[in-house]
T-cell receptor, first 114, second 113 residues
Framework: SQTIHQWPATLVQPVGSPLSLECTVE??????LYWYRQAAGRGLQLLFY??????ISSEVPQNLSASRPQDRQFILSSKKLLLSDSGFYLC?????????????FGEGSWLTVV | SQQGEEDPQALSIQEGENATMNCSYK?????LQWYRQNSGRGLVHLIL?????REKHSGRLRVTLDTSKKSSSLLITASRAADTASYFC?????????????FGRGTQLTVWP
């Protein structure tokens, strides 16, 4: 069966510091991978998606970047965090063979920028 | 906005009662998915219903889809305290080749024992 792991689960970082959130998927190959952000009391907003190694698309301009160095690894990064980057970040995966497959989410990472 | 919108924003019921949550959206869709989120946790997938389907069941869950009204409902029968969570609907646009989901803000369900 497929599993998705995301870490760290919680993170408190000062303004201006770098960020790295990591996500890995097991039990599948060539998945579509996603990073979403959830602000307090809000729905989820898609930040980045990837259909393959090295292929990253950004949905919204922001202080963050994403990379996919391996098929099942997706990393969310920032060189200098802003207060507004605080939130709940969720990685998700989907079978990439046909459109319309179910999207599965990880447990999320709480980021607080202070 | 292409987001789904859940209604009501909050729902409070007693154990054993049924809970109904509604979702409206604005675009033509490939499918609509319902998710559950416990406080501070990730999203758990509940049901995916495709645009050519009208109803799906999974255990105590029943989802309907009316594409003419651009709306969906999630019914939880015989609710339990453990069903307390936020419930989100998410739509995938018709013609999308990628699973870009548009989420609503969710319904917060509280089930009292």
């Amino acid at each position: 069966s497929q599993t998705i792991h995301q870490w760290p689960a919680t993170l408190v970082q000062p303004v201006g510091s770098p960020l790295s959130l990591e996500c890995t998927v097991e039990g599948t190959s060539n998945p579509n991978l996603y990073w979403y952000r959830q602000a307090a009391g809000r729905g989820l907003q898609l930040l980045f998606y990837s259909v393959g190694i090295g292929q990253i698309s950004s949905e919204v301009p922001q202080n963050l970047s994403a990379s996919r160095p391996q098929d099942r690894q997706f990393i969310l990064s920032s060189k200098k965090l802003l207060l507004s980057d605080s939130g709940f970040y969720l990685c998700a995966w989907q079978k990439g063979d046909v459109p319309g497959n179910t999207i599965y989410f990880g447990e999320g990472s709480w980021l607080t920028v202070v | 906005s292409q987001q789904g919108e859940e209604d009501p924003q909050a729902l409070s019921i007693q154990e054993g009662e049924n809970a109904t949550m509604n979702c409206s959206y604005k675009t033509s869709i490939n499918n609509l998915q319902w998710y559950r989120q416990n406080s501070g946790r990730g999203l758990v997938h509940l049901i995916l219903i495709r645009s050519n389907e009208r109803e799906k069941h999974s255990g105590r869950l029943r989802v309907t889809l009316d594409t003419s009204k651009k709306s969906s409902s999630l019914l939880i029968t015989a609710s339990r305290a453990a069903d307390t969570a936020s419930y989100f609907c998410a739509t995938e646009d018709r013609g999308s080749t990628l699973g870009r989901l548009y989420f609503g803000r969710g319904t917060q369900l509280t089930v009292w024992p």
